[in-house]
C-alpha cells in the first residue's frame, strides 16, 4: 500500500528566511501527489500538485515543489515565509484514482 | 458563499448516543468525500459517494453510516458514540470521483464523546 512520511514534526522558521518541508513517499508506479495546508480551525487547502511533466511545480501563495523520483520525494519550498503561513502542511499521495493518502502533517511555526 | 459547509461545527456527546453531522456543497461537483482527523493530526478517509453512489468504503465500523439525499449532500450517522470516536470529521467534494480534480474541504466538525 501506498504512504506517506513527513519527517519533521514541528518545524519554526523566521519571518523572510526561506522554507522547506520534506516529505517521501512510498509507491510502484508514477504517483500523483499533493500538498495541502491547514490553518488553525480550518480545512484544508490545496497548494498545488504533480501528476506529470515538469518535475517543478508552482502553487499558489509562492509555494513550489519538486518532484525527485530517485529520492521518492515532493519537497514543498517557498523562497520567503510570512507570519500568515503558520499553518498545518500535508502531503499525500493518489494511492488509486480515487483515494488520497495523507502523511501525519508538519506544523510550521513563524517567528518574527 | 461557502462552497462546502458542514454542521454542526462543535459536537459534544455521551457514549452511546446517536448524532448525524450534516454536509452540503453548493460547487455542482459529482463526488463526495468523509474524512476522520484523529487528535494526532492523522487524516483517513472514510467514505465516498459518486453521485449518490458509493465508492470507497473504508474499514469503518458499520455504526457509521453515510447517506447521501442527493448529489449536494452527504450526512454521516454515528450510532452508539464511543471515545475512539472523538475527532475532527471533514467533508469534502470533488467535481468527479479521480485524485486528478481538486478536493474541497469543508470546515470540520470537532466531535467529542464522553
Known amino acids: 500500500a501506498q504512504s506517506v512520511t513527513q519527517p519533521d514534526i514541528h518545524i519554526t522558521v523566521s519571518e523572510g528566511a526561506s522554507l522547506e518541508l520534506r516529505c517521501n513517499y512510498s509507491y510502484g508506479a508514477t504517483p500523483y501527489l499533493f500538498w495541502y495546508v491547514q490553518s488553525p480551525g480550518q480545512g484544508l487547502q490545496l497548494l498545488l500538485k504533480?501528476?506529470?511533466?515538469?518535475?517543478l511545480v508552482q502553487g499558489i501563495k509562492g509555494f513550489e515543489a519538486e518532484f525527485k523520483r530517485s529520492q521518492s520525494s515532493f519537497n514543498l519550498r517557498k523562497p520567503s515565509v510570512h507570519w500568515s503561513d503558520a499553518a498545518e502542511y500535508f502531503c499525500?499521495?493518489?494511492?488509486?484514482?480515487?483515494?488520497?493518502?495523507f502523511g501525519t502533517g508538519t506544523r510550521l511555526l513563524v517567528s518574527p | 458563499d461557502t462552497a462546502v459547509s458542514q454542521t454542526p461545527k462543535y459536537l459534544v456527546t455521551q457514549m452511546g448516543n446517536d448524532k448525524s453531522i450534516k454536509c452540503e456543497q453548493n460547487?455542482?461537483?459529482?463526488?463526495m468525500y468523509w474524512y476522520k482527523q484523529d487528535s494526532k493530526k492523522f487524516l483517513k478517509i472514510m467514505f465516498s459517494?459518486?453521485?449518490?453512489?458509493?465508492?470507497i468504503n473504508e474499514t469503518v465500523p458499520n455504526r457509521f453510516s453515510p447517506k447521501s439525499p442527493d448529489k449536494a449532500h452527504l450526512n454521516l450517522h454515528i450510532n452508539s458514540l464511543e471515545l475512539g470516536d472523538s475527532a475532527v470529521y471533514f467533508c469534502?467534494?470533488?467535481?468527479?470521483?479521480?485524485?486528478?480534480?481538486?478536493?474541497?474541504f469543508g470546515p470540520g466538525t470537532r466531535l467529542t464523546v464522553t
Open positions: 459517494y459518486n453521485n449518490k453512489e458509493l465508492i
Open positions: 460547487l455542482g461537483h459529482d463526488t
Open positions: 499525500a499521495v493518489g494511492e488509486s484514482f480515487q483515494k488520497l493518502v
Open positions: 504533480y501528476f506529470s511533466g515538469d518535475t
Open positions: 469534502a467534494s470533488s467535481q468527479e470521483e479521480d485524485i486528478g480534480y481538486e478536493q474541497y
